[in-house]
């Protein structure tokens, strides 16, 4: 990790591992990686906010400009400094490039001109040639979030003791999965140390920023502290000593991994928020706390908490068929798209939700992000990038919330 | 997520709005389903459904539907030549009773006879050194599944079978009432036996407490729980209960797995 090399540890000659280069080396990084035929992700200015999209240069970072973000509130700003990741985090996290709003999955047509009772169906998988990616500024939290992802798309078989009829007889439950999507892709990974988090931020209290843990083929540290404008760039990968090695610029020395220690020490304490990692499996033990309903009251159930999160990965099929252009009912497309828990349809059975109350809803999406995600993949869901609470119309912070629920109550329950 | 060709090569009638198809498939087979799994059953055009198994015959498979919603009426309506995407097995499907002796009690409900159908048929083929009690309710005479089957079982010597009713009409001389009125403490007796249990959950609630009054420990008490299921294999989040993906941990759990995951209305 960036911020663990400790002042002192003098780089060998030639290591070419940690190297300072000036900002303007950002475009030769963008370049190189656009060369390797990838198509680069990164930050730019969009629609008066901060967005990740496809840049084909360092022009097109967002120097100088930064994000204010508040419950239910986010306004861009100038900087009286001109650096290119001088912001808290991006509307939106690489979610979107890695597992897109809309998959199609198979395509279906089938030929009534045979005259045959029989009516041939031809289906065909998708043909997908995955993009090759590169994610550039990727902030520690959204890096943690592509590990979750990835975890959670990953083809699993169960979580419970191996013993029925089912196993065994080559039934197993991923029998006809192909692989999961997000491997697919492999993109290169340019994780970026956070300089100032936001109001909403508590990456430090959930263990994933704000430096970048692990993931990354090259981690960057914006120095912004008043000495020159450089980077300090750092490889974990071959990849990404092959691409830093491209880079004009000096071995990093123990004052420059010191200058970029001491910028993650303020980064952490400057954040907006915490969470008590003992705070959740409080709340997870008490499903009847009146605090649910509370909170169903003022949730409007719009499901941005879902879309910003970098780690929800809900998703819905639906088949389409025929309105795209030509009418054609003997064709049809299956479609694998974002879905939300808090939609009423998202649990229904036989026409009725499960989760019938927005405060149901509430509860089970909250609890699977920080209790039963670690059940399920071993870590909790949230990597604390405070979109959920900044995106939320009506400001409902999760933090709080989770406070809150984690208090008993001494009232009667609802 | 692409799903193999099924040729419908028969269809029974088992009520006004209910039906079995048995499935061959056209080009390669999914993997032998067991007893309790279910299948992502594709309308071309409509959409997928989870349907349990409720015949395994080798690569010929039996899906027992109700005409509920936008894709259970079209797979319902396929006639016999049409094609139907099929994807599966998955799920836990049912644990074996083990090699005790004890009996097994199957107690269905409605619908909830279809997943349970092809553990009585090897239940059944088990015989004698176990027997086998059957407790089966359905809303109206007309609603009872696969009466064939339950003719049949009537006359196997080891198997027990009784029918009830919510509502009954004339031809019907058979009990009116719930299905847990037919357990009683002959339905448990013997060696440990293991009761199977699948319908309407409410049903399954009421009757996993009446067969734990009876004795019965929670985990030789099965049910089949259903949520909404999209992809079958974890990624689609929509059949989350608890901790649980009733699509990979489910549909059968043990009632000590399952009463905490019911018992608090809206998870």
């Known amino acids: ?414 | 997520m692409v799903p193999a060709r099924y040729r419908v090569a028969d269809r029974t009638d088992e009520s006004a709005d209910t039906v079995t198809l048995t499935l061959e498939p056209i080009d390669r087979p999914i993997p032998t389903p067991g007893p309790g799994q279910f299948s992502m059953l594709w309308a071309f055009g409509v959409g997928e459904a989870p349907i349990s198994l409720s015949a395994i015959d080798g690569t010929r498979l039996g899906h027992t539907v109700r005409a509920v919603g936008p894709v259970s009426r079209a797979l319902a309506s396929a006639p016999v030549g049409a094609t139907i995407g099929v994807r599966g097995p998955f799920g836990r499907g049912w644990c074996p009773p083990g090699d005790d002796a004890g009996p097994a009690v199957v107690v269905a409900g409605g619908l909830g006879l279809a997943p349970l159908r092809p553990l009585i048929a090897a239940l059944v083929a088990a015989r004698p050194r176990r027997s086998v009690r059957l407790a089966i309710g359905a809303r109206r005479p007309e609603d009872l599944l696969h009466r064939g089957d339950l003719r049949r079982l009537v006359d196997e010597p080891g198997v027990s079978v009784d029918l009830t009713v919510d509502v009954a009409d004339r031809g019907w001389r058979g009990r009116v009432g719930l299905v847990t009125d037919l357990l009683d403490a002959s339905t448990v007796s013997g060696t440990e036996p293991m009761a199977y249990v699948c319908g309407p959950e409410l049903m399954m609630w009421f009757t996993a407490r009446r067969l734990l009054d009876l004795g019965l420990a929670p985990e030789r008490i099965q049910v089949s729980l259903e949520r909404n299921m999209h992809c079958a294999i974890g990624w689609c989040g929509h059949c989350q209960l608890g901790p649980s993906f009733v699509c990979l941990d489910g549909p059968v759990y043990d009632w000590a797995e399952a009463e905490p995951l019911l018992a608090v209305r809206g998870r």
């Open chain 1, 1 to 414: 990790m960036p911020s663990t090399s400790s002042p002192g540890d003098d780089p060998a000659p030639g290591d070419r591992a940690s190297t300072i280069v000036p900002a303007s080396e950002l475009d030769r990084l963008i370049q190189v990686l656009r060369r390797q035929g990838r198509t680069v992700i990164g930050p730019t200015l969009g629609d008066g906010a901060i967005v990740n999209d496809i840049v084909e240069s360092a022009d097109e970072l967002p120097w100088g400009w930064t994000d204010e973000q508040a419950p239910g509130r986010y306004r861009v700003g100038r900087l009286p400094t001109s650096e290119a990741f001088g912001f808290a985090n991006p509307t939106q996290s690489f979610k979107r490039h890695l597992h897109p709003p809309r998959t199609v999955l198979f395509a279906a047509s089938r030929d009534h001109g045979g005259g045959s009772a029989e009516v041939p169906v031809t289906i065909a998988a998708a043909e997908s040639a995955p993009p090759a990616l590169a994610l550039v500024g990727v902030r520690s939290c959204d890096l943690a979030a592509l590990a979750r992802l990835d975890a959670a798309l990953t083809p699993r078989t169960g979580s419970r003791a191996t013993r029925s009829w089912g196993d065994g007889a080559g039934a197993t439950p991923t029998a006809n999965v192909d692989g999961g999507p997000l491997r697919a892709l492999e993109p290169f990974v340019v994780a970026v140390s956070c300089s100032r988090p936001g109001q909403t931020c508590f990456c430090a209290s959930m263990g994933t920023g704000p430096t970048p843990g692990t993931g990354y083929d090259l981690a960057l540290t914006e120095l912004v502290d008043g000495g020159p404008h450089e980077f300090l760039v750092e490889a974990a990968t071959d990849a990404g000593r092959a691409v830093a090695a491209e880079l004009l610029g000096r071995p990093a020395g123990a004052v420059d991994h010191g200058r970029a220690a001491a910028m993650a020490d303020r980064a952490a304490a400057a954040m907006g928020r915490r969470l008590d990692p003992d705070d959740p499996p409080a709340a997870g033990r008490h499903l009847d706390h009146p605090r649910w309903r509370d909170v169903g009251d003022r949730c409007l159930a719009c499901a941005n908490c879902t879309l910003v999160c970098p780690t929800c990965f809900c998703g819905a099929t639906e088949d389409v068929t025929g309105f795209d252009g030509e009418p054609d009912l003997e064709r049809t497309e299956r479609h694998l798209v974002w879905d939300s828990c808090f939609g009423s349809s998202f649990s229904a059975l036989n026409g009725n939700p499960v989760r019938a109350s927005t405060a149901d809803r509430y509860r089970h999406w909250l609890l699977h992000k920080l209790v039963t995600w670690h059940d399920q993949f071993g870590t909790s869901g949230c990597v604390g990038c405070g979109r959920c609470i900044t995106w939320c119309p009506v400001g409902i912070d999760l933090t709080e919330e989770v406070a809150a629920l984690a208090r008993p109550t001494t009232g009667v329950a609802s």
